[in-house]
């Protein structure tokens, strides 16, 4: 590839980006951090590729986007270009020296399903030729203007309730929770890790917001009868003012808040010494703080905060019962959920804009217009389909009390209003207090021996008619309360079903 440093005319000054980075444009790699936000732009891909005035042209376009648009988009419109510049290279096989209609018409016609890879490249086409640079002939920009151009289409992973990438189910969601919590309690995961995963699944706010937070966003004070209320002071995303000019307060359940405090004065200990103010320290920190922009010492990036909760979930290896494959899980997918649950509960447009931090209701209309149920009515032969996939039973079963881990009287589980003869269902395999409701909380529990003759039938039918009798006299989000514990106990049934089968075939031998 030529040298960008051929001629003083093509040199580029020092660039100040929007959010106040500053970058050498001269360099072949440019790696820009701001606020928690970060590109990275590698100029040496187009090796070959391209002809010294079209590069010129092309770099100085991006410069504007740099000064005048967010990170996030310049990234994204250079991740664009980039794609059309391969299409052109590896169809024509030429150095591009300038773009053409025909060229736009063959990549358009080649894109397919990804229409919208054009729609959101136009804008950035139109500007490098409205900047008077070489490399965008008038006629390409002219059709662009006539082109029906099909933008990336929003909201489909709601309202289809996709797998994927749509909100979680209930069920889903409250295996990603157990699943965290039994992580959490047997040391897989940290205690960073914990509250982090778990400030997502409550608040749903972006990665970027979660990297910004700061020991003293924390709050916790205390009530006249003593106890404390505890809130995060959210910092605001996808704003054009600084980092850390806005914020919303945002309320923790009692339970993690009280964590979130105990953790925030931690760090904040940590860092005594390190920062001028500890409670200026990031409320998860990184390792280092190589390239931070001043006041954001040891902040991770956003896109370092995303891997890091994908990397805390897929330790957990949580399934669907939708698919009977592991959960995929993504930070946008918990923001989907927040939203479509605040819809179920009746909420409207500016509700749950608020709830998401946006700005206004353009965007969040698909929640209030689709509120799909799944599964909505479960009988027993649903039940017993959807167990193996969705791996709810998380104990084991045993023969009797003797196989049991605990023999004692005290640790049998049995409910005379399921079973009048009090026979038992298992036992408990833990010598902890215990303060969930017995059975039904034991069928999710992993401390649970369930017995492979325990009455798991009548449980199991006992859960379905008490859905059925909620469905017709409550809310449906009352009546889905125990789903996924009807699928654990389904799921011990057939597990019961294939173990007395062994045991009649080893006594018949």
């Given at each position: 590839m030529y040298s960008i440093t051929k001629s003083e005319e093509n040199r580029h000054a020092i660039t100040r980006t929007r959010g106040g980075a500053l970058f050498d444009p001269n360099e072949l790699i440019w790696q820009i951090r701001e606020g928690t936000g970060s590109a990275s732009l590698n100029f040496s891909r187009l090796a070959g590729a391209v002809a010294p005035e079209f590069f010129h042209g092309f770099q100085?376009?991006?410069?504007?986007?740099?000064?005048?648009?967010?990170?996030?988009?310049l990234d994204?419109?250079?991740?664009?270009?980039?794609?059309?510049?391969?299409?052109?290279?590896?169809?024509?096989?030429?150095?591009?020296?300038?773009?053409?209609?025909?060229?736009?018409?063959?990549?358009h016609s080649n894109l397919k399903e990804n229409k919208w890879y054009l729609s959101s490249l136009a804008g950035f086409l139109k500007k490098w030729n409205a900047l008077g640079y070489k490399g965008i002939s008038s006629r390409a920009v002219s059709l662009l203007g006539e082109l029906r151009l099909q933008g990336n289409k929003k909201g489909v992973a709601v309202s289809t309730m996709d797998p994927h990438d749509g909100p979680f189910t209930d069920i889903e969601l409250e295996s990603i929770?157990?699943?965290?919590?039994?992580?959490?309690?047997?040391?897989?995961?940290?205690?960073?890790?914990?509250?982090?995963?778990?400030?997502?699944?409550?608040?749903?706010?972006?990665?970027?917001?979660?990297?910004?937070?700061?020991?003293?966003?924390?709050?916790?004070?205390?009530?006249?009868?003593?106890?404390?209320?505890?809130?995060?002071?959210?910092?605001?995303?996808?704003?054009?003012?600084?980092?850390?000019?806005?914020?919303?307060?945002?309320?923790?359940?009692?339970?993690?808040?009280?964590?979130?405090?105990?953790y925030a004065l931690e760090v904040e200990q940590d860092f005594?010494?390190?920062?001028?103010?500890?409670?200026?320290?990031?409320?998860?920190?990184?390792?280092d703080s190589n390239m931070n922009p001043p006041g954001m010492d040891y902040h991770q990036t956003a896109a370092y905060v995303s891997v890091k909760l994908i990397g805390i979930f897929r330790k957990l290896k949580v399934h669907s019962e939708r698919t009977g494959e592991l959960v995929h899980i993504t930070p946008t997918r918990f923001r989907r959920t927040l939203g479509t649950r605040a819809a179920r509960e009746g909420h409207g447009e500016l509700i749950i804009a608020e709830l998401l931090d946006h700005s206004d209701t353009q965007n969040v209309g698909v929640y209030v217009q689709s509120t799909p149920e799944i599964a909505e009515r479960i009988d027993k032969a649903v039940a017993m389909a959807m167990a193996p996939m969705a791996q709810a039973f998380a104990g084991v079963i045993v023969r009797d009390t003797s196989e049991a881990s605990r023999i004692d009287p005290a640790s049998r589980i049995f409910d005379p209003g399921i079973e009048p003869t009090?026979?038992?269902?298992?036992?408990?395999?833990?010598?902890?207090?215990?303060?969930f409701s017995a059975p039904i909380a034991c069928y999710t529990c992993h401390s649970f021996q369930a017995w492979a003759d325990g009455p798991h039938e009548a449980v199991l039918e006992h859960l379905l008619a008490d859905r059925e009798r909620k469905l017709a006299t409550a809310d449906i989000r009352i009546a889905k309360i125990n789903d996924r514990t009807i699928l654990a106990v389904a799921e011990?049934?057939?597990?019961?079903?294939?173990?007395?089968?062994n045991i009649e075939s080893t006594d018949h031998d």
């Open positions: 100085k376009t991006l410069i504007w986007y740099a000064e005048n648009k967010s990170l996030r988009h994204n419109m250079f991740q664009r270009a980039e794609h059309l510049f391969k299409f052109l290279n590896n169809d024509l096989a030429r150095t591009l020296v300038e773009i053409s209609e025909v060229d736009l018409l063959n990549y929770q157990s699943a965290l919590n039994n992580a959490y309690a047997v040391g897989s995961i940290g205690k960073a890790e914990y509250l982090l995963a778990w400030l997502f699944m409550l608040l749903g706010q972006r990665p970027s917001q979660y990297a910004l937070l700061k020991v003293l966003d924390v709050h916790a004070p205390k009530i006249k009868d003593g106890s404390r209320i505890y809130s995060i002071m959210m910092p605001r995303g996808k704003q054009r003012k600084p980092t850390r000019l806005e914020f919303k307060e945002r309320l923790l359940t009692p339970q993690i808040g009280e964590l979130v405090y105990r005594v010494g390190i920062v001028a103010d500890p409670k200026q320290a990031p409320l998860f920190p990184s390792n009090c026979k038992p269902m298992g036992n408990c395999g833990s010598h902890g207090f215990c303060g011990v049934i057939r597990q019961c079903e294939a173990a007395n089968k």
